[in-house]
């Protein structure tokens, strides 16, 4: 069992935030960034069925029924504000389960929001034209020095059909619990959650968000099939993160009969120690563990049909 958390104080916050930025530019910089798990194999992915690997924080590679989906796409050592020959940010604490050349072609990017973890330009200008995004309320204008050439946003509430070679899908946009600015003074952009649909089977996509009772209502667009969800970030930044606990009450409360777990392992954007999150969903998961999808950066899961 773990302990209740204490709530930290502001400026003992601070202090310590300040110091884990300052290891990040001295001793984490010479760190060696750890191998995946796993490294998946989309060629061999049969498009008759719905596959999703994790590729490491939020990203997940999904194959619905033979339509390409890339959540959050981020596959480069660091993450943040990009200068010449440098990156200002985070660094991995492993490396993902693919990188750019793996990849498969890609008919659809989501982009839940405009943190530099989840919207990573680097990552996104290495797509070409033929690959569309959807993303959240006015950080469309975020993509201006990418080649997509369609880009649609989408507000709470809004969604489009998507139609690719392989068929049609519909993208709706959800609330969640979070906050969409990229700098100090940009909070005016959206952050969504993601529900995907395609031949009678859902998909839950929740980018990143604190616990919040909104889940529930997506019962009314039918069982959910998987619900990926984040269970980090949440010591001391839970007013914006969810703990693994309350990741799986808001995917019980949709209705998700499979859970993939997201935004842990990856980079140290919080306090708590590396294995924390997974051990503590995999204890509240302990009497239905075969509802973990997922449990490594790597790891491959095809959906029971």
Known sequence: ???????????????????????????????????????????KWSETQVTLAWLGHSTVL??????????DPALFPRVGIRLPGITIGP?????????????????????SHAHFDHLDLRTLRCFDETTRVITARATGDLLKRTRFSNITELNWGESK??????????????????????TQHDSYRGYNGYLIERRGR??????????????????????????????SAYNPWIQSHSTPEQAVQMATAAGARFIVPV??????????????????LQATLSKTPERIALREIGETFVLPL
């Open 263 to 280: 935004h842990h392992q990856t980079f140290r954007l919080s306090f708590e120690p590396f294995r924390e999150p997974i051990e503590r």
């Open 161 to 182: 059909i998507l139609s690719a070679a392989a068929g049609e899908m519909v993208i709706a946009a959800f609330p969640v619990k979070h906050w969409g600015a990229r």
């Open 1 to 43: 069992m773990y302990a209740p958390q204490q709530p930290v104080p502001r400026r003992s916050r601070g202090r310590r935030w300040l110091g884990h930025l300052f290891r990040e530019w001295t001793i984490e910089s010479w760190r060696k960034i750890a191998p995946a798990f796993a490294k998946p194999e989309p060629s």
């Open 62 to 71: 999904i194959n619905f029924f033979g339509v390409t989906i890339l959540t």
């Open 202 to 231: 859902r998909i839950l996509f929740a980018g990143d968000t604190a616990m919040t009772e909104r889940f529930a209502a997506l019962r009314r667009h039918g069982p959910i099939d998987v619900a990926i969800v984040p269970i």
């Open 91 to 111: 660094k991995r604490l492993t490396a993902p389960a693919l990188l750019f050349d793996g990849l498969p072609q890609i008919d659809l990017i989501l982009l």
